[in-house]
């Protein structure tokens, strides 16, 4: 039972660091109608820029840094590339930022190479113990602040001017347009968000239990997308219940790895498309997802 | 104040949908566009509200200006600042936000924080059903409340002049009445508006002046109750050369319509 209960809550601290990247992977699908497959890639350079900066700026301010960077280089592939393809079809645009993807990310593996760069989180690698249940510090402050930032969004989204623009503009662009809302800015708002969100989950991400900043990262974001597409891509909600559910799937399945033997060892690695596969076959548009997702 | 002058639009660079139409809305006025399916309507309206390059139309010839100012190149989210906002076709209000939500969303191109509240009270002043369900969701009022939750939106920006795209289009005879009334009260509160219409009786009955659109073409234009009276208007959108359908707002909604519903 602690076993379990220990594995649940490093799933769901696991999973509010995907539901992060998976927020701003639907965002930017509502605001942008992108399947945005840059997000790997972002996230990795936003893990780079914090354990490349953090020698000279220190801890804080690398994070600053980093984050500003990360959210820079979301704007720019947004101005510059997916705002000016506007009205091309929906899989070359997915296409283009697949090739961005793979762009950005050969650069930052180039640069990264063989080595694990470190992040001197000021929390250190040290676990601690709530009632016999076993977590990292690392985990329990992402859980922490993933929770914050997830609250805030909502509230944004729901209250804010951005949020109302930003979903009007997402249920019907002509008019939104035709009452002044400008969607080249919703749109570019919606990529700095998600790259903010990118950039904190990085940050957490590169934390114990993981040893630090390699390339290895990228293939754990990746994880994010099943969790997005399983929520439903147009729903905010759907991204936060497909983020905590991967989590706690992977968490659970790497933990009793032993029981699950026949299937071969790393599974854990495999569960999240697993799940996004059974989850889709029964719900083809996702838990939350509206069924119809193309415009007339 | 807006001004259109020998205005011709492509689809595609090949179908032609207006053909050097010149039509004026002076200050203060209703003007009212006739015409049946594919005349061109919808395509001026777009032209004006700068959403042609979304259908991919172009203005080959031609101009619109607005106190002046040329708006063929200007984008929509200009446009609507500079005092023209259009209910487009359908109402098409966002159906998955709130009711105050709609209205929010209508005021964002609407800098002008005080005027932004002036034009929320009066929405809710012309259309106290608003004010009730303002926490609904815009998808659950029936068709003449979206009816109205489009035209407060579009007013929500404090437009000089607004464009309507066939505000009675699947309303009731009695809920079309209504449209008729509130488009001369907000005309009455200073707003020129444009009235793009299939239904003449109402059009005719809130209008300064008329223009009967024809293949994209302007066939008929002039004092709206002159219009009435000629025989094309009455053969063609008032039914049956009848002398007494230039009469007031609702009277011979019911035949207009079973006329286009036969």
Request: net charge positive.
């Given at each position: 039972m602690?076993q379990?209960?220990s594995?649940?809550?490093?799933g ?10 998976a927020?701003?992977?639907?965002i930017?699908?509502?605001?942008s109608?992108?399947v945005?497959?840059?997000?790997g ?13 953090s020698?000279?700026?220190g ?9 500003v960077?990360?959210?820079?280089a979301?704007f ?50 040290q ?8 977590i ?9 602040v993933?929770g ?6 909502f ?7 951005w ?16 009452m002044?809302?400008?969607q080249?800015?919703?749109?570019a ?9 990118a ?5 957490f ?14 293939a754990?974001?990746?994880r ?12 905010t909600?759907?991204?936060l ?40 076959l ?15 | ?10 689809y ?15 200050d ?8 049946s399916?594919g005349?061109?309507?919808?395509t001026?309206?777009?032209t ?6 979304l ?6 010839e ?6 002046g ?23 098409r209000?966002f159906?998955?936000?709130t ?9 964002m191109?609407?800098?002008?924080r005080a005027?932004?509240?002036?034009a929320?009270a009066?929405v ?28 407060g939106?579009a007013?929500m920006a ?10 009675s289009?699947g309303?009731?005879?009695?809920v079309?009445g ?11 509160q ?9 239904n ?5 009955g809130?209008a300064?002046?008329?223009?009967v659109?024809?293949?994209?073409r ?11 009276r ?10 049956h050369?009848?002398?007494a359908a230039?009469g ?12 286009w519903?036969?």
């Amino acid at each position: 039972m602690t076993q379990f209960l220990s594995l649940l809550l490093n799933g769901l601290s696991l999973g509010a660091i995907y539901a992060l990247i998976a927020l701003g992977f639907v965002i930017i699908f509502k605001a942008s109608e992108v399947v945005s497959f840059t997000h790997g890639s972002l996230l990795l350079l936003g893990a780079y820029s914090i354990a490349r900066l953090s020698g000279t700026l220190g801890f804080l301010g690398a994070v600053l840094v980093g984050l500003v960077i990360t959210a820079l280089a979301a704007f720019v592939v947004e101005r510059f590339i997916i705002n000016r393809l506007r009205g091309a079809p929906v899989i070359s645009l997915a296409i283009v930022t697949i090739g961005v993807d793979i762009i950005l990310l050969t650069e930052l593996i180039r640069r990264i190479g063989p080595d694990i760069l470190n992040v001197p989180h000021p929390w250190g690698g040290q676990s601690v113990r709530i009632g016999g249940i076993g977590i990292t510090q690392n985990r329990l402050v992402a859980m922490v602040v993933a929770g914050i930032l997830i609250v805030l969004f909502f509230v944004a989204f729901k209250y804010s001017s951005w949020g109302v623009a930003m979903r009007a503009s997402a249920e019907d662009g002509e008019t939104a347009a035709l009452m002044g809302i400008r969607q080249g800015r919703v749109s570019a708002l919606a990529w700095v968000v998600a790259g903010v969100l990118a950039g904190v989950a990085a940050l957490f991400l590169v934390g114990s239990p993981t040893p630090g900043v390699s390339s290895a990262v990228y293939a754990t974001a990746l994880r994010a997308f099943p969790a997005a597409i399983l929520g439903g891509l147009d729903s905010t909600g759907g991204a936060l219940v497909g983020g905590l559910l991967i989590g706690v799937a992977e968490s659970l399945a790497a933990g009793y790895q032993e029981n699950l033997l026949f299937l071969g060892r790393g599974f854990g690695e495999v569960v999240p498309y697993v799940v996004m596969i059974a989850v889709l076959l029964v719900r083809p548009s996702g838990l939350f997802g509206t069924k119809e997702l193309t415009r007339v | 104040m807006l001004s259109i002058d020998s205005l011709r639009v492509t689809y595609g660079g090949a179908v032609e949908a207006v053909r050097g139409v010149t039509m004026e809305v002076p200050d203060g006025k209703v003007v009212a566009v006739l015409g049946s399916n594919g005349a061109g309507k919808s395509t001026l309206l777009r032209t004006i509200s700068g959403t042609l390059r979304l259908h991919r139309g172009r203005v080959d010839e031609g101009s619109v200006r607005f106190d002046g100012d040329v708006l063929t190149s200007r984008d929509p989210g200009q446009i609507v600042r500079r005092g023209i906002v259009q209910v487009p076709e359908g109402r098409r209000i966002f159906g998955r936000l709130t009711v105050e939500e709609n209205l929010r969303a209508g005021g964002m191109g609407n800098r002008d924080r005080a005027a932004k509240a002036a034009a929320h009270a009066r929405v809710h002043d012309l259309f106290p059903v608003l004010a009730e369900r303002s926490g609904q969701r815009a998808g659950l009022l029936s068709g003449g409340e979206q009816q109205m939750l489009a035209i407060g939106r579009a007013l929500m920006a404090s437009p000089k002049l607004l464009l309507l795209d066939e505000p009675s289009l699947g309303l009731a005879p009695r809920v079309i009445g209504q449209i008729g009334e509130v488009v001369a009260e907000i005309n009455r509160q200073g707003t020129s508006v444009l009235l793009v219409e299939q239904n003449a009786t109402m059009a005719l009955g809130v209008a300064d002046l008329a223009y009967v659109l024809d293949v994209g073409r302007v066939s008929l234009s002039g004092p709206a109750e002159e219009l009435a009276r000629t025989d094309e208007v009455q053969r063609l959108y008032l039914g049956h050369g009848d002398p007494a359908a230039s009469g007031p707002v609702g009277r011979h909604t019911r035949r207009t319509l079973s006329r286009w519903t036969a």
